[in-house]
Antibody, heavy 120, light 106 residues
Framework: QVQLQESGPGLVKPSETLSLTCTVSGGTISSYYWSWIRQPPGKGLEWIGY???????NYNPSLKSRVTISVDTSKNQFSLKLTSVTAADTAVYYC??????????????WGQGTLVTVSS | DIQMTQSPSTLSASVGDRVTITCRAS??????LAWYQHKPGRAPKLLIYKASSLESGVPSRFSGSGSGTEFTLTISSLQPDDFATYYCQQYYSSWTFGQGTKVEIK
């Protein structure tokens, strides 16, 4: 069974960079699409972006200028960087495996999520 | 952006009840819709994709229907393990989610 686990700092200062890693176990990162999704407290789920294992990416236009998603196939991991964070970026961040061919459709497997708080 | 609106926001039900959750899209999304179950502190779980296709391993009491702008998730006989929050998600244009429906014990 494929499992995903997010890791990274739970507290980030305003204007700094949020960095998270998702480690995939029980399967290979190759041949799939991988995504990040977040949920601010009391709000809905927001798609952040995805990466294909070969490195091609697609980002939510509302976050595109601040987001970078990368993949390390040797470690079976993919990562999220979000720059210039504000309190509005406080959220539970989820990583997920997406079903897709030339694009992604639904999200087959998710991590448990990690809360990242932006505060000084 | 396509907006997804779920109703109700909260639903109180008893074990054995038939439960229906509705998801409406702000424009037609054909059948490009998925449903997820989410319990606090757990990974969300895919239940239904392409509006009515049951994900492998998901109990048959879950079913999905609809196309265009209106969709439903039905639980034919609510079980104790089904108390959770349910989300719809469209993938016709970008990827957006409904705000969630919490199914709680009556």
């Amino acid at each position: 069974q494929v499992q995903l686990q997010e890791s990274g700092p739970g507290l980030v200062k305003p204007s700094e960079t949020l960095s998270l890693t998702c480690t995939v176990s029980g399967g290979t990162i190759s041949s799939y699409y991988w995504s990040w999704i977040r949920q601010p407290p009391g709000k809905g789920l927001e798609w952040i972006g995805y990466i294909y294992y070969r490195g091609s990416t697609n980002y939510n236009p509302s976050l595109k200028s601040r987001v970078t998603i990368s993949v390390d196939t040797s470690k079976n991991q993919f990562s999220l960087k979000l720059t210039s964070v504000t309190a509005a970026d406080t959220a539970v961040y989820y990583c997920a495996r997406a079903y897709g061919d030339y694009t992604i459709y639904h999200f087959e497997y998710w991590g448990q999520g990690t809360l990242v708080t932006v505060s000084s | 952006d396509i907006q997804m609106t779920q109703s109700p926001s909260t639903l109180s039900a008893s074990v054995g009840d038939r439960v229906t959750i509705t998801c409406r899209a702000s424009q037609s999304i054909s059948s490009w819709l998925a449903w997820y179950q989410h319990k606090p502190g757990r990974a969300p779980k895919l239940l239904i994709y392409k509006a009515s296709s049951l994900e492998s391993g998901v109990p048959s009491r879950f079913s999905g229907s609809g196309s265009g702008t209106e969709f439903t998730l039905t639980i034919s006989s609510l079980q104790p393990d089904d108390f959770a929050t349910y989300y719809c998600q469209q993938y016709y244009s970008s990827w957006t989610f409904g705000q969630g429906t919490k199914v709680e014990i009556k």
